[in-house]
């Protein structure tokens, strides 16, 4: 029998994938997300909608403050970084994206993480997940013609 955070964590990657489906977005959940794969990093979803490619680690956050595996970050950068390959052209943006119970989906770029003073995590806290992007945000920034820094971009609140 399966243990409940994983099985949340399925929930989680399913509901996303399907409300991001139902807004335009081809989706695709990892083959290994959450099974402790070493020799390759899989993120838990992947979006693409007008050309622009979102790479997603999923979680669900039930406490104020989220601890994220250095490491794991880390591989994430570098298949962010693979996708991108020497083209200034391709879209590539990456987020957390964190499930709280009884909210809204919340977005959190991953230049935003900052390391820990010990650096063995990244740590996400309360302002981070007020200032996070939103699903409509996520939208936009697929409509967007040309490429921009996320710095750049004004999120809109729910």
């Given at each position: 029998?399966?243990?409940?955070?994983?099985?949340?964590?399925?929930?989680?990657?399913?509901?996303?994938?399907?409300?991001?489906?139902?807004?335009?977005?081809?989706?695709?959940?990892?083959?290994?997300?959450?099974?402790?794969?070493?020799?390759?990093?899989?993120?838990?979803?992947?979006?693409?909608?007008?050309?622009?490619?979102?790479?997603?680690?999923?979680?669900?956050?039930?406490?104020?403050?989220?601890?994220?595996?250095?490491?794991?970050?880390?591989?994430?950068?570098?298949?962010?970084?693979?996708?991108?390959?020497?083209?200034?052209?391709?879209?590539?943006?990456?987020?957390?994206?964190?499930?709280?119970?009884?909210?809204r989906w919340r977005?959190?770029?991953?230049?935003?993480?900052?390391?820990?003073?010990?650096?063995?995590?990244?740590?996400?806290?309360?302002?981070?997940?007020?200032?996070?992007?939103?699903?409509?945000?996520?939208?936009?920034?697929?409509?967007?013609?040309?490429?921009?820094?996320?710095?750049?971009?004004?999120?809109?609140?729910?």
């Amino acid at each position: 029998m399966p243990n409940k955070a994983r099985v949340r964590g399925f929930r989680a990657e399913r509901s996303l994938a399907l409300a991001l489906w139902k807004l335009g977005f081809a989706c695709i959940r990892g083959p290994a997300s959450g099974s402790g794969a070493r020799r390759l990093f899989y993120p838990d979803l992947l979006a693409i909608r007008n050309g622009v490619i979102f790479v997603f680690e999923i979680k669900i956050a039930a406490r104020k403050i989220l601890y994220l595996n250095r490491l794991k970050i880390e591989r994430l950068k570098d298949f962010v970084k693979r996708i991108r390959g020497s083209s200034k052209e391709t879209r590539v943006y990456a987020f957390i994206a964190l499930k709280i119970p009884d909210k809204r989906w919340r977005f959190i770029p991953l230049e935003k993480l900052r390391l820990t003073k010990s650096c063995t995590t990244y740590k996400i806290d309360v302002t981070q997940v007020n200032q996070a992007f939103s699903i409509r945000d996520i939208v936009q920034l697929s409509e967007l013609s040309s490429p921009r820094k996320l710095d750049n971009y004004v999120t809109s609140h729910e």
